[in-house]
């Protein structure tokens, strides 16, 4: 089992930047894929990037430019640089894994704000 913790959540103004860590309670060596998703109020949950263990990462269009995803496996901590913030970028940002036996990890999340 593995937990994951997110932090650096908080309040910006629109243009700013932010950057949310992910710590897993173990080695997230055998964690193929690890994300971020978050969920705006009364919106459904929704993949913001991924990046593999090899380091092979995907974005939504939304964020593409935007946002970097990144992973230190020695610190077992995923990260998410968020720049140019919008207030459209609101929401509650989960972080995700997916071990290679199936097994999908969640963290309870980090509250992001965005003024306008």
């Known amino acids: 089992q593995v937990q994951l913790v997110e932090s650096g959540g908080g309040l910006v103004q629109a243009g700013g930047s932010l950057r949310l860590s992910c710590s897993a309670s173990r080695s997230i060596f055998n964690i193929n894929v690890m994300g971020w998703y978050r969920q705006a109020p009364g919106k459904q949950r929704e993949l913001v990037a991924g990046?593999?263990?090899?380091?092979?990462?995907n974005y939504a269009d939304s964020v593409k430019g935007r946002f970097t995803i990144s992973r230190d496996n020695a610190k077992n901590t995923v990260y998410l640089q968020m720049n140019n913030l919008k207030p459209e970028d609101a929401a509650v940002y989960y972080c995700t894994g997916n071990s290679r036996s199936g097994t999908i990890y969640w963290g309870k999340g980090a509250l992001v704000t965005v003024s306008s």
């Open positions: 990046i593999t263990f090899g380091g092979t990462t």
